[in-house]
């Protein structure tokens, strides 16, 4: 099939679509409505629905503290390993904890205190990174002591960083490199083995964040020896709201790495309650506070519809959509002003397309409300469309575009006053 | 009514209780089952069972994104202002985040940047306190230099720390006294103004964990010019497994601590994405990362509960309740080797009751596993009774003792090994 801007090539897409079934195990209540945020929160799959009754009703009300040998203190390390596969990691390389944020902050903590790294300073990551990463080193960094700091790398066009500049800050004085996978803007994804490999030839160590990677992504934390990762649940793993957040340390580094906050969970004999602390072997020692378990318990259902998926197949969909999508931009949009916010070779790409327009806050607010159209901006000009391939459609990606050119050259967004919104 | 170790006895009181109604409002499938383990984890209201629902079908699944404006944002801070007017607060002192050995963390970490620690290196805390606590304080002692101490003031009697045992310990190098309030094995409640003053005169800041206090006990944060403070929310606040904690911090220091773990739901401008962080005024600057809506949301229904029946009703009837188990120990249980591991006067004592026993441990199976009994053990001897006075019926305490005669009289415990259970 030849592209076309008609909704009927959109329409043939999504009837050729493999994986078009997987959108009926999600709860869609409104067809109309054409939801592009699912790389800040993903869809309630509808198994969830089911699990939440039967982790609340059941294993809560009924089971009460037993709940917590029979199905509680092993569901980080169990769906972590699920997890695990999405990633390339083994089984006993992955948990869940706490949020994106605190186990960034574990993580790098640890770094700064590993053997490897002593004496040396430096953090290097880039001004692409989601901006809590930024304060989130910043703060490991303050605490490992005031010779240790922050090297921000710029994107000289805001959207990509080339490998040269990188390799540039590297040196005998970093002490970690660590950076987004996928960007949370531009969607930018970097070459993992080739800047873990650079890293590791300067003698540091490396931490990938996945938030926009897991389940949209192939990654291979084995193969490309990385050492440290965290990630998101709640975007395209589908595992709700705020859901606790994915830890990776590479299985010869866990018994050298210390938990900066060391707490009850991560200790070797939990329900001795000895005064003094005692690291359990593994990732577990990487777990510190009672887990929120009903989050927690949400998680599952998600990883299991994109392990059923198969990450793969949805890279090949999601590769396709982004493409569709940037091929109407450019016959649609380009010609009102918006500019392409992401890079235009699929391999440097993540699931989700920006386009920048200089009235991106007000078309984004008038899509929501005019449109039924959810995409999500960021300041100070992008608009980020994000295609889960679970249960994007093409046919909404072309209403999608169709509703932002409506939108633009009649100029319904004038109404709005320059405000924001969203939440990634 | 005079005292009696009959069961008619327990059944008048029953009678007489003016909350006894509360016990409806909480999902109790098996009328047989004697849940005493409230203290680690609180009954299932069934008012959370709606809100379950409702945040994963409609605010989840079919709010989405939105749903972070219209209902998740403001979670933690209206959720903590209710739970401020249990524990003596001002509205804008409390707010819901990570878990209390997270907080715990924050708030050490916070405490020994204060101008006012400056130049002080000891933190003072006791061998009472929760085993993860003083991991908590070791970590953050470790990550704020090498001259930086915890003390643990020793328990003459593995029950109760007198008060010029800490004072001994509280000096002019003393930067923070961080103690729980109510000791999670021993029940033994501190005086909270007292301790509080005397850290305050030696120039300390004072944190109290108010785990095993918060819902069952009254405690004025304000009158006592409590500094911090930290909390679970999933013992008698019924909010549910690993549920997010409360963090307090007194208003007049807000603006000038500094949350060691900075991140973007604590920065003052959120949703701008800022490469730099700038604190958010008051109690929000203590949030960190995206927190977990599902386990949040279902914080509120529980503490609602609490305040409907009102903290110094709850605790009238928990020392009444206290009082009665005692009063069967000494006559029933005393003599077949139980010793009481809890304070003797009322207002020294949460609200559980410690029963220690050599083969404590085998008898805590025995009760659970014959007997339909849900106590719950703290190596190396101690059964912990918690009663929760929305819920916990006199008749179920008379069972509870009964049971705990004839399993250790008729040596019905013997057929089980040493093995440990339970969790807080």
Sequence with gaps: MTFSTDVHYARRLDEQDELAAFRERFVVDDPELVYLDGNSLGRLPKQSLDRARDVVARQWGQGLIRSWNEHWLDLPRRVGAKIARLIGAADDEVTLADSTSVNLFKLTGAALRVPRTRGRTKIVTDDLNFPTDLYILRSAAELAGADCSVH???????????????????????ALVALSHTAFKSAYVYDMPAVTNLAHEAGALVLWDLSHSVGAMPVSLSSAAVDLAVGCTYKYLNGGPGAPALLYVRRDLQESIRNPIAGWFGHHDQLAFHADYQPAAGIRRMLTGTPPILSLALIEP?????????????????????????????????????????????????SHVALCHPEGLRIARALVDQMHVIPDFRAPDTLRFGLCPLYTTYAELHRAVSALHDVTRDGRYRCYPGRRRGVT
Tied chains: 1, 2.
């Design 152 to 174: 921000v790398v710029a994107s000289p066009d805001g959207m990509t960083v080339p490998f040269a500049a990188l390799a540039e800050a590297i040196d005998s004085t970093t």
């Design 302 to 350: 998600g990883v299991d519809l994109v392990l059923e998926a198969g990450v793969e197949r949805l890279r090949a969909k999601s590769v396709h959509q982004t493409e569709y999508l940037i091929g109407l931009w450019e016959c649609l949009l380009a010609p009102l002003g918006f500019a392409l916010g992401s890079p235009r070779e699929p391999e440097r790409r993540g």
